[in-house]
């Protein structure tokens, strides 16, 4: 009996809640919203801010130093279009001079040939913003182009950098470039990209998300693959602006290359724009089918890889000597006067083989990069570590090391060693690439195929 008065009340107390629960729902008056506080801009009614945004060179050379925005307590992230009233957050204990209102830039993809370098004025540096075009991924990455336009008018040269994401020598190269611009002294335009592949570099990797390497699929295709569509809106929005292109990158999968350009030397409008690096290392090689060089080429914008370095670090020598060679060449092209650059050397031509390792082990090298090595001359020792039983890779002809795998396990058949040999223009060969094999990007890595560029 006590048991049952016990429910009762329990009872009741639960319909007595759930009552008041509901006629709160019900009766519920909507409320207006709150005046925003003086300091509070309300932005509901802003269009979005079209790009590109141009800045002066006196801003981005920090003549005079910029303001500092005050330490961000309040931030109105709402897009205008979506919600009526802005979300502020903390307002209350904050003194209204230290609350910014800051509007996130709204990115607008730049469609196809839409960089639009006409319309910039002479003599100024820009930051532009190149879409994928498409939204891949709900919400695209927008690729920043910086944007040298000289006073002058004059060729517009590319550099671009990162078409492998984990290629970090080139982004810092065009940094340096790019900012070491007096635009008041420059004939033509040059257009920096300094990361490519951003889906690559936020990864620490040279593929797209995918794992499909971005420079197999130049010039793209608009209903391909996620490669494909990138390469084709990437190729049309902002190469076809060019008149001669530098693509950067480095050595792969623990490789490391001395400045080296890679040229098709059978082109000769190619072969006109290698004599303008000074004394960089030239090396005959077609560019594979998909590669951002041989598309460009192939429509008639003359195109080397210039090749510095290691992945996945930052070398000030690669660095260095890439952003010397890019000024040699502006001087050359009569873009950009002499500052401290190279003479123009006559041009040494040289066609290349890789050293394999035979037996699997410790590599350990015995040369530098770059050093001119005689028939015979000791390249480095391959170890393995439970026999003990060593190999010698000897250097099987005269000739210089432009590239070498960094000291490693490796496995037999390991491209171990990257020896060039000076040779006549007109005796070049083309030799068949590995990259055209097939092999699928594991494989290639753990067989140590060389797929540098
Ligand atoms: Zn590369």
């Known amino acids: 009996m006590r048991a049952r008065t016990e429910y009762l009340v329990l009872g009741g107390l639960t319909l007595g809640l759930l009552s008041f629960f509901f006629a709160g729902q019900w009766f519920a ?14 932005i509901s009614h802003l269009e979005p801010q079209p790009l590109p945004i141009v800045f002066s060179d006196a801003q981005w050379r920090a003549e005079k130093p ?17 919600l009526a009233v802005p979300s502020i957050i903390e307002t209350d204990a904050v003194p209204e001079e230290d609350i910014a209102v800051i509007e996130l830039p709204q990115y607008t993809p730049v469609a196809h040939d839409s960089l639009d370098l006409e319309g910039l004025a002479a003599g100024t540096f820009s930051q532009l913003n190149w879409g994928a075009g498409e939204t891949m991924y709900g919400a695209s990455i ?31 190269s065009v940094r340096e470039l790019m900012y070491s611009i007096n635009t008041r002294k420059l004939k033509g335009t040059l257009i920096g990209v300094p990361i490519v592949n951003i889906q690559g570099f936020q990864r620490h990797s040279r593929y797209l998300s995918d794992r499909r390497d971005l420079n197999r699929f130049f010039p793209g295709n608009p209903r391909g693959s996620v490669a494909g569509r990138m390469a ?14 530098v693509d950067l990158h480095t050595g792969s999968f623990h490789r490391t290359n001395l400045p080296q350009l890679r040229a098709d030397l059978h082109n000769e409008a190619v072969v006109d724009l290698t004599k303008g690096f000074g004394t960089t290392t030239i090396l005959h090689s077609s560019g594979g089918p998909g590669t951002l060089r041989r598309a460009a080429s192939d429509v ?5 890889t210039l090749e510095a370095g ?48 035979d037996q699997g082990g410790i590599l350990l090298s015995r040369v530098k990069l770059g050093r001119q090595v005689k028939q015979g001359t000791l390249l480095g020792t391959v170890t393995d570590p439970i026999t003990n039983e060593r190999v ?22 390991y491209a171990t060693f990257h020896l060039a040999a000076e040779t006549d223009i007109e005796d070049v060969v083309d030799e068949p690439e590995e990259h055209e094999l097939g092999v699928d990007v594991a494989a290639a890595n753990s067989m140590g195929i060389e797929r540098s560029e």
């Open 29 to 42: 008056i909507p409320t207006e919203p709150e005046p925003l506080p003086e300091a509070l801009t309300d």
């Open 66 to 82: 910029i303001e500092p925005i005050p330490d961000v307590v309040a931030l109105i992230i709402s897009p205008p279009e979506r």
């Open 142 to 172: 927008p690729t920043p182009i910086l944007v040298a336009k000289g006073e002058t008018d004059g060729p517009t040269l590319c550099v671009t950098a990162a078409v492998h994401g984990d290629e970090l020598n080139g982004i810092e």
């Open 232 to 245: 084709h809106s990437f190729f049309h929005g902002v190469i076809k602006n060019c008149d001669k292109l």
């Open 300 to 304: 008639g914008i003359p195109s080397v």
């Open 310 to 357: 290691e992945p996945l670090r930052l070398q000030e020598e690669a660095v260095e000597h890439t952003v010397k060679a890019i000024f040699t060449l502006m001087d050359t092209l009569k873009m950009y006067s002499k500052r401290s650059i190279w003479g123009n050397p006559e041009p040494t031509y040289y066609s290349s083989r890789w050293i394999r390792a």
């Open 392 to 413: 010698e890779i000897t250097a099987p002809f005269t000739a210089r090391v432009i590239g070498m795998a960094v000291n490693q396990f490796v496995m037999p058949g």
